[in-house]
Antibody, heavy 123, light 111 residues
Framework: EVQLVESGGGLVQPGRSLRLSCAAS????????MSWFRQAPGKGLEWVGF??????????EYAASVVGRLTISRDDSKNIAYLQMNGLKTEDTAVYYC??????????????WGQGNMVTVSS | QSVLTQPPSVSGAPGQRVTISCSGS?????????VHWYQQDRGTAPKLLIY???NRPSGVPDRFSGSKSGTSASLAITGLQPEDEADYYC???????????FGGGTKLTVL
């Protein structure tokens, strides 16, 4: 059974940093890209970015709104994907989800999602 | 403002058929990029409902179907059931933004 479990969220002050983890099990982690999303309270889904698997150099792509502040990485030895968030702003307050990423014709969709992890940025 | 446009809400009685539209442009759906649909119950994670325009993952009832034409896509739900009440999101790729894009979501109410 595919499982994705996020952790590391919580309350953080503006300007500080936070790292979320997404622990994967039930599939060959190294075969898949991993993506992150967020959902602000009462709002819709927003793609944050993804990290490709090592066969594609573990390269990353990001939404324009987060470039330079949020960084995605992976540790295939631990089956974990990370979302490093620096210079946090109040507008980063959201539930953050990780998802396993499938590709069709080189473009992604997301077949399994974690349960979500709340990040609140407030002084 | 989402790149893909969905109606904020739709409703239907049990047993009825409803459709949810997803309107895009020439840089996303109209450019040939596939559309995928997700269902999100209140307070839970999204779940893949339809992938590559009209394919259902294992376990998704055949009451759910997807279609795509031109710059738009649609999700149809037949034989509405109370447990279908949820938020639904379409997703594609946009070449102008070089980004994964979502619709704003549609809240389905089963009357």
């Amino acid at each position: 059974e595919v499982q994705l479990v996020e952790s590391g969220g919580g309350l953080v002050q503006p300007g500080r940093s936070l790292r979320l983890s997404c622990a994967a099990s039930g599939f060959r982690f190294g075969d898949y890209a991993m993506s992150w999303f967020r959902q602000a309270p009462g709002k819709g889904l927003e793609w944050v970015g993804f990290v490709r698997n090592l066969a594609y150099g573990a390269t990353t792509e990001y939404a324009a709104s987060v470039v330079g502040r949020l960084t995605i990485s992976r540790d295939d030895s631990k089956n974990i994907a990370y979302l490093q968030m620096n210079g946090l702003k109040t507008e980063d307050t959201a539930v953050y989800y990780c998802a396993r990423t499938e590709y069709y014709s080189h473009f992604p969709f997301f077949d399994y999602w974690g349960q979500g992890n709340m990040v609140t940025v407030s002084s | 403002q989402s790149v893909l446009t969905q109606p904020p809400s739709v409703s239907g009685a049990p047993g009825q058929r409803v459709t949810i539209s997803c309107s895009g442009s020439s840089s996303n759906i109209g450019a040939g990029y596939d559309v995928h649909w997700y269902q999100q119950d209140r307070g839970t994670a999204p779940k893949l409902l339809i992938y590559i325009n009209n394919n259902r993952p294992s376990g998704v009832p055949d009451r759910f179907s997807g279609s795509k034409s031109g710059t738009s896509a649609s999700l149809a739900i037949t034989g509405l059931q109370p447990e279908d009440e949820a938020d639904y999101y379409c997703q594609s790729y946009d070449s102008r933004l070089s980004a994964v894009v979502f619709g704003g979501g549609t809240k389905l109410t089963v009357l």
